[in-house]
């Protein structure tokens, strides 16, 4: 098994990994890049309308493996019509 660091960047800066996760394959290891990038991308969206998070995974020498990105917008389009008062 091997050793991977996860190490996230968003809209409040860099969090390094210092501990890492050991997995079987570096496809164990991306879908664990992918599933951090998601949760992080739930807990910031309700409360902006950008968020933009990277996820990149290092080896046990430092060297960057992968990498995944998301940025997620969000924001209300003209409507024709207008919303009744409650």
Known sequence: MNRYFFDVYNSDGLVLDEDGQFFESRDRARGEALRILHDVARDEMPDRDLVKITVKVRSDNGA????????????????PFVEPNR
């Open 64 to 79: 960057q493996m992968f990498e995944a990105s998301l940025i997620l917008t969000t924001g209300w389009s003209a409507s």
